[in-house]
């Protein structure tokens, strides 16, 4: 069981450059995440989708889009980055509903040069 | 507003040597909160649930405890595989459509043998 996948694992991007980054789980899970983490603040939700078809904006979704593909599938996307995006971005996926643990991929390492 | 905070920042203990990291919490509204770990250039690696006040589960030398305001996770003689980040979270509800886990910034443990 593949669980969670992201790609790329590691980017270097220049300032103003795009690029979308990929998560897919293979769980049938309805909800999906987006996270970054950066030393000292922690995880933190960018954003995150429900249910196929929905998304909606967490703690710090300036500088960001989102797609929810389908069931298994929700891309980030970076329209013209900035060197404060530099981050790990972490996909999660759980169970709708409440008491239920988010399973995380492997993260994406991001430097905006 | 619901925030979780963690403490201590980083520990070093001895092999063999136990204690204890500290997880408080404001939310509204328990829906569960989260034990994971984090080792270097992974993603967060589920440990626990606990659903309400006096709940207690164990896993190898590790146990979580709850209480109305804090959970504990307690590490009886630690061994250096144990060394990682263990990360607290509280699934709030973030709006009508649905809920995601709020992270403290974790503690990073070290164990030397």
């Known amino acids: 069981n593949a669980g969670v996948t992201q790609t790329p694992k590691f980017q270097v991007l220049k300032t103003g450059q795009s690029m979308t980054l990929q998560c897919a789980q293979d769980?049938?899970?309805?909800?999906m995440y987006w996270y970054r983490q950066d030393p000292g603040m922690g995880l933190r939700l960018i954003y995150y989708?429900?249910?196929?078809?929905?998304?909606d904006k967490g703690e710090v979704p300036n500088g960001y889009n989102v797609s929810r593909l389908n069931k298994r599938e929700f891309s980030l996307r970076l329209e013209s980055a900035a060197p404060s995006q530099t981050s790990v971005y972490f996909c999660?996926?759980?169970?709708?509903?409440?008491?239920?643990?988010?399973?995380f991929g492997q993260g994406t390492r991001l430097t905006v040069v | 507003e619901d925030q979780v905070t963690q403490s201590p920042e980083a520990l070093r203990l001895q092999e063999g040597e136990s204690s204890s990291l500290n997880c408080s919490y404001t939310?509204?509204?328990?829906?569960?909160l989260f034990w994971y770990r984090q080792d270097p250039g992974k993603g967060p690696e589920f440990l626990f649930t606990l659903y309400s006040a006096g709940e207690e589960k164990e896993k190898e030398r590790l146990k979580a405890t709850l209480t109305k305001k804090e959970s504990f996770l307690h590490i009886t003689a630690p061994k250096p595989e144990d060394s990682a980040t263990y990360l607290c979270?509280?699934?709030?509800?973030?709006?009508?459509?649905?809920?995601?886990?709020?992270f403290g910034k974790g503690t990073t443990l070290s164990v030397s043998s």
């Open positions: 989708s429900a249910s196929e078809g929905t998304t």
């Open positions: 999660a996926s759980s169970e709708s509903g409440k008491n239920t643990e988010a399973f």
């Open positions: 939310v509204s509204g328990l829906r569960g």
């Open positions: 769980m049938n899970h309805n909800s």
């Open positions: 979270a509280v699934q709030a509800r973030i709006n009508q459509a649905g809920t995601a886990l709020i």
